[in-house]
């Protein structure tokens, strides 16, 4: 039996009462799935986010996580914002650090437990390095230690690598999907390339009309471990052209 970690249960929301931007939304996320969401700008994705992470409350519905439902969300999931809110004055290590001090955690203990993790998210020998002195790939790799570092089971990762030049992406895109096997994460990732889509996910969601009131849903026709060259599949070449299709109506409703 598949576990469900996230649960929308007739979800509603607006920004203070005006145009609605979820309407009644129901979604399951299982354990250890990857699932990305697409759809275009503006459609309310990270909206959607904001409502997991507990910045945003539902209006109507409920929300639950890992079976339960809290109070308040926040620090029960891993969130990666969609602008890299790393610290400026603060080192690596530092920035790594900020969950760990928000639960309490001493300096000391933080860099003991951060340091060895460092080698595994690429950063051996920036811990003392400031944001402004690492490339954008590095950056979003310290943003990510940093949602890992918050121990919950459920990362949220809002277009985490849309700055990043083509290569350094997909690198970025493999790594990703190590970590994510490796770390038994279950990972939500909005982006609006439909490749990476493709690539990373098992199942993608669609926004499609605001309000959002059903998710259209795809399920990508790999196996793992995948390689960026599956992308070239006939069946995965034809979901690709449907899937730039459908999001391409969309922008041109007035
Ligand atoms: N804090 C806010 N207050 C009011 N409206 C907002 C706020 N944040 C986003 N919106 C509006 O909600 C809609 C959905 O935004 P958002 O979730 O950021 O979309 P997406 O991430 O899909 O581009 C947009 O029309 C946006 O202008
Ligand atoms: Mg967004």
């Known amino acids: 039996m598949r576990k469900p970690v996230l649960e929308f249960r007739d979800v509603s929301f607006s920004y203070g009462g ?51 439902q809290f109070k308040s969300r926040h620090g029960r999931t891993g969130y990666m914002p969609q602008q890299d809110l790393l610290m400026p004055w603060r080192t690596v290590l530092e920035n790594a ?20 993790l460092l080698d595994e998210f690429g950063l051996e020998g920036s811990a003392d390095k400031y944001p402004s002195e690492l490339s954008g790939g590095m950056r979003q790799r310290v943003s990510f230690l940093r949602s890992v570092l918050t121990g919950s089971n459920i990362l949220l990762l809002d277009e985490p690598f849309s700055a990043l030049d083509a290569i350094t992406r997909l690198s970025m895109q493999e790594w990703l999907l190590d970590q994510w096997e490796q770390r038994e994460k279950t990972i939500l990732f909005i982006t609006h390339d439909v490749n990476e889509a493709l690539f990373l996910s098992d199942r993608i969601f669609i926004f499609r009309d605001t309000p959002v009131r059903t998710l259209e849903e795809v399920a990508v026709p790999l196996s793992r471990p995948r390689s960026q060259r599956d992308l070239n599949d006939p069946a995965v070449i034809k979901l690709k052209n449907d899937l730039i299709d459908q999001l391409r109506n969309e922008v041109k409703k007035p």
């Open 18 to 68: 005006k145009k609605p931007i979820l309407d009644q939304l129901n979604m399951t996320v299982y354990d250890r799935e990857f699932v990305t969401i697409i759809g275009a700008s503006g459609s309310g994705k990270s909206t959607l986010f904001r409502l997991i992470t507990g910045l945003e409350q539902e209006e109507t519905g409920a929300v639950w996580l890992n079976g339960e």
């Open 97 to 116: 650090s900020v969950p760990l001090e928000l639960a309490g955690v001493s300096k000391r203990e933080a860099a003991k437990r951060i340091i060895p």
